[in-house]
């Protein structure tokens, strides 16, 4: 078990009956902690070139943006459908019950950029490769996924077959 583990607080039943929520936001409160975290979250590329990190709305945001700083790049994000105000490309995907979009500006990666893709969960994986397939579409190239948590039972991992998948913690 990974010593930060202790900080995700599970939530039984949330957000319906039969889902255990994994809430990262003792994690957050934490400042040794979140440090801990985007040390760990980034050792696995740090010498490897990257020219940005991109994350997913909204807690990609808050682990991709501090890895962005630690890495000493660019940080892009990848927005829910209407809430970037450029011109944007966008990729739609399907979740349990539901379709879902997300967009990016189409300027916000050149063709050959090295992108380190960061979210906090990954359970599925349908959001994260819908997201690699909207950088790829920019010409750039995704160089890794990283996770702050990985939901193993959900076989995520698969759906980022060919791609480097980094997550810290397992459950």
């Known amino acids: 078990m990974h010593p930060l583990q202790s900080l995700i607080r599970p939530i039984p039943d949330f957000p319906k009956p039969g889902i255990m929520y994994r809430d990262i936001t003792p994690l957050l409160a934490n400042a040794s902690a979140m440090r801990q975290t985007i040390a760990e979250l980034v050792e696995p590329f740090r010498d490897t070139p990257i020219d940005r990190v991109v994350g997913m709305e909204a807690r990609g945001f808050i682990f991709g943006a501090l890895c962005a700083q630690e890495m000493a790049v660019g940080f892009v994000p990848l927005r829910k459908a209407g809430k970037l105000p450029h011109k944007t490309q966008n990729v739609s995907y399907e979740l ?47 160089i890794g996924c990283a996770f702050v948590i990985e939901l193993d039972a959900l076989h995520g991992r698969a759906a980022l077959e060919g791609h480097l998948v980094h997550a810290l913690m397992h459950f």
């Open 96 to 142: 349990e019950y539901a379709t879902n979009e997300l967009e990016v500006h189409i300027d916000a990666l050149d063709p050959g950029h090295r992108v380190l893709l960061v979210d906090d969960l990954i359970a599925t994986g349908g959001t994260a490769a819908a997201s690699c397939s909207l950088i790829e579409r920019l010409g750039a190239t995704v």
